[in-house]
Nanobody, 122 residues
Framework: QMQLVESGGGLVQPGESLTLSCTGI????????LGWFRQAPGKTREGVLC????????YYKDSVKGRFTASRDNTKNTVYLQMNDLKPEDAANYYC???????????????WGRGTQVTVSS
């Protein structure tokens, strides 16, 4: 059974960059769309972006366009979220999830990782 493990979170200052990783364990991620989501304290979970098996990206969150991007390394069974020019409002627990149909606009995201915390503060 596939598991997803996020890593790379941490504390950064506004304007800095951070790259998160989502690694698949137990199955290849090659054919799945991988979505990145985030949840800040007291807020509902929101979608950030999703990357297709081809590497094409769909953005769920307009405010990250031009700052965030994603990539895949199939040799490492890992998907990355590159976050640039981070803002305090980007602080959240970030999760990845695999969309079972391979469609970023699908609704069958599972499994989910446990998340990695991103804090943006001066």
């Amino acid at each position: 059974q596939m598991q997803l493990v996020e890593s790379g979170g941490g504390l950064v200052q506004p304007g800095e960059s951070l790259t998160l990783s989502c690694t698949g364990i137990g199955a290849t991620l090659d054919y799945f769309a991988l979505g990145w989501f985030r949840q800040a304290p007291g807020k509902t979970r929101e979608g950030v972006l999703c990357v297709y098996s081809t590497g094409a990206i769909t953005y769920y969150k307009d405010s990250v366009k031009g700052r965030f991007t994603a990539s895949r390394d199939n040799t490492k069974n890992t998907v990355y979220l590159q976050m640039n020019d981070l803002k305090p409002e980007d602080a959240a627990n970030y999760y990845c999830a695999a969309e079972q149909s391979g469609d970023c606009l699908g609704a069958n995201f599972m499994p989910w990782g446990r998340g990695t915390q991103v804090t943006v503060s001066s």
